[in-house]
């Protein structure tokens, strides 16, 4: 949006002044910030002196790419960062102040940060010998992987709401109703965090949840510290404050009070993140501090019968916001298959696929401007849909942030290459890896043949793994074919070359691997991550190039962090593995990724987006049409099952010894829908498509929430 209004123009100019602005999203307060930014920078403010701060990464591009806008001229560096990012700078700057007082066991040593995936690798340490050795969380039914989210996301939900670590536990067991059994798992989680936490305290490791608690506790109350953040930062932008946690918004609520000028703003129908602590009512306290509240309500994207939809489902769940728009029909934004027209999950996929294929090809809707949206992307899922999109020729990516990279095809391929190249690991892959990363390393490789390949040339207990084509009989390599056998070999002599390479100058580090082994082999002509598409960008086959990239690029940057951590922490007590056989061992036990922003060239925009809701919501993204799939699914509804930790219970204005009834979680429930619904629709320029399918993905009936919340809506239209 390049015309600002005259009501936005006022308070783009007040540049001395500390406006608290609010409006549903899509009213414009994103792009007032931005041109805001772009206002105290081109007026000569000192870039030095202006800071960013948001809830998380992702939302910082409209932020950045205004500075490396070229109608801006030269610029310094303006701080755009998330509070414990800007906690993990100042802990660094001020650790001899704070080291020893808040209570690390080696303040004379620098601190070692640690990432999610570090984090959850260190207190693997902890929980996996209670788990196998003393009986540890034996009443629960949880994957290894979920068990440690669960855990670590206790701790950050208690550095967040400034909660005494020994309290998570006994909030846990107040709020519980169920099994009594349930509460001998909380005291268990107490005593796995509590030893996690006294290990890092002693080995100077600083996870999310300490950071946040050092910063909070130990240095903003610092005169020093705060000296210089206050003369430092005069200038404050802090956006989607409604998505941040209270521990930010006690920071922000005392340091605007110093700043010259301050724009605090809220999405009103915003707190999609309070399962990471998001609180909106928290954040309203910022407005008692600020000279001017200013409410956008003109909505900029959403057409009037977009909102009338999301105003008469929130009718139907009890929970309408304000009158409806006056004139508006959501029947004409609404696109559905008839009743009954849909019974299997397959007949929706095509459906959508064609609809989405309308739009591209007889409207001329650019990719881009459709997302499709599930409350849950499956592997199922999304290989059926994209594969669907890719026949009728339409480019298509997948984002899924919570997605472990094993699950990635491209990081199997990578990590099982590395196993390969690696054999004095002790590692080798089964047969059906090899064949899968063959397939995928090498272009025009089908899984037949792929197999077939497999089963003449990899020899784990031979000196070297993997044969030669050569030697291969001669009926065999004409099925294979001479262009794909060269390939293989190709591959499979750059693994040799790089094992001698090893005996002579030892183990190179995992990252470095991974980049040479993508830039020399896997991204040259001929392989699978560089894709035969003519260079057509265009084309359906490069959104399965540009995803391999960023698989590739999000391993690397994780092999990255992992071995610097391992360098400056403590050595593990695998003390047989190098630090690329752990981290190999660590992505295959299936350890969450961290987060990381994707190199602009790997940013995507003119392909149909899938995703799941929440995380489209997270990006503040607005599409022309959105698709919401399997909308009689109860996963648009039910939030995902936590035994070990809960995301309302676990809140700063939450009663220490209520208990969580059935009526709150149905509340929570209905709310949570709402507020997803309100977040969806703010983001639609031009109309909505509904997947509907009687029956799901594993062949039960639907009939969820939303769907008979629409279904009500539709009746009250029609009378």
Not at 383 to 408: C, K, N, T, Y
Request: hydrophobic share 45%; proline share 8%.
């Amino acid at each position: 949006m390049d015309v600002l209004t005259p009501e936005q123009n006022d308070t783009l100019t007040a540049l001395r002044r500390r406006i608290f602005l609010t409006g549903p999203p899509g009213t414009g307060k994103t792009t007032l910030a931005v041109q805001r930014l772009r206002l105290l920078v081109g007026q000569g403010m000192p870039p030095t002196a202006i800071l960013v701060v948001l809830p998380q990464r992702l939302l910082a591009t409209p932020y950045l790419d205004a500075l490396h806008d070229p109608t801006l001229g030269p610029t310094g560096a303006v701080d755009v960062i998330t509070l414990d990012g800007l906690a993990r700078r100042l802990i660094a700057l001020f650790w001899p102040l704070i080291g020893e007082r808040a209570g690390f066991g080696q303040p004379d040593q620098p601190p070692v940060f640690l990432t999610v995936e570090t984090a959850q690798f260190y207190l693997d340490g902890i929980v996996a010998p209670l788990v196998e050795k003393e009986g540890y969380f034996q009443g629960l039914t949880i994957e290894p992987t979920r068990l440690l989210s669960q855990l670590l996301d206790n701790l950050n939900k208690a550095a967040l709401i400034g909660l005494p670590l020994t309290e998570v536990s006994e909030r846990l067991k107040g709020a519980w109703v169920g099994e009594p059994t349930q509460r001998l798992a909380f005291d268990q989680a107490a005593d796995c965090l509590q030893r996690y936490r006294d290990f890092c305290l002693a080995h100077n490791l600083l996870d999310f949840s300490l950071q946040i608690e050092t910063f909070a506790r130990h240095l903003y109350p610092q005169p020093a510290a705060r000296a210089y953040l206050f003369e430092r930062y005069r200038h404050l932008i802090a956006d989607n404050l409604e998505e941040d946690t209270p521990a930010v918004h006690d920071v922000v609520l005392d340091w605007v009070r110093h700043c010259e000028s301050a724009l605090i703003i809220l999405d009103e129908s915003g707190g999609h993140r309070r399962f990471l602590g998001a609180d909106p009512a928290s954040a309203t306290r910022l407005a008692d501090v600020c000279d001017e509240r200013i409410r956008l309500h003109h909505p900029l994207v959403a057409p009037p019968d977009v909102l009338h939809l999301a105003h008469q489902i929130g009718v139907s769940l009890n929970r309408p916001v304000g009158p409806p728009p006056p004139g508006a029909d959501f029947r004409r934004i609404l696109h559905r298959p008839g009743e009954g027209e849909l019974r299997f999950h397959p007949q929706m996929l095509d459906w959508v696929a064609d609809a989405v294929a309308r739009l591209v090809h007889e409207q001329g809707v650019p990719p881009g401007e459709t997302a499709v949206l599930a409350p849950f992307v499956g592997d199922a899922l999304r290989f059926s849909l994209l594969q669907r999109l890719s026949e009728r020729g339409i480019p298509a990516v997948s984002h899924r942030p919570s997605r472990a990279l094993r699950d990635e095809p491209a990081a199997r391929c990578l990590l099982t290459l590395a196993r390969l190249a690696h054999p004095d690991w002790q590692m080798p892959p089964p047969p059906f890896d090899v064949a899968l990363a063959l397939m995928q390393a090498i272009a025009g490789l089908d899984l037949v043949r792929a197999r077939l390949l497999t089963d003449v040339v990899y020899r784990p207990h031979a000196p070297v793994w993997l044969g030669t084509y050569a030697a291969i009989e001669s009926d065999l390599r004409d099925r294979i074919t001479p262009a794909l056998g060269e390939r293989y070999d190709r591959l499979r002599d750059w693994l040799v070359a790089y094992r001698e390479r090893i005996q002579r100058e030892g183990e190179a580090p995992m990252d470095h691997f991974l980049a040479r082994l993508f830039g020399e082999v896997l991204a040259q002509p001929g392989f699978g991550f560089r894709g035969e598409v003519g260079g057509v960008s265009d084309a359906p086959g490069w959104a399965a190039v540009l995803d391999n990239a960023r698989i590739a690029h999000r391993l690397i940057e994780s092999a990255r962090q992992f071995r610097q951590v391992l360098t400056e922490g403590p050595a593990p007590d695998e003390r047989d593995l190098t630090p690329g056989a752990r981290f190999v061992t660590m992505v295959a036990r299936g350890l969450l990724a961290a987060t990381t922003l994707q190199p602009a060239g790997l940013t995507r925009r003119d392909a149909v987006l899938v995703a799941p809701a929440y995380s489209f919501l997270m990006t503040n993204r607005f599409v022309d049409y959105q698709v919401w799939l399997d909308v009689g699914s109860t996963g648009w509804w039910e939030r995902i099952y936590q035994p070990l930790t809960h995301p309302y219970v676990l809140r700063r204005d939450w009663p220490a010894a209520r208990p969580w009834t059935d009526a709150d979680e149905f509340d929570a429930r209905q709310e949570a829908l709402n507020r997803l619904v309100l977040g969806l629709a703010h983001r639609c320029r031009r109309g909505i498509y509904l997947g509907i399918s009687d029956l799901s993905e594993q062949g039960y009936e639907q009939r969820g929430p939303l769907l008979q919340a629409i279904q009500a809506a539709l009746r009250r239209a029609s009378r």
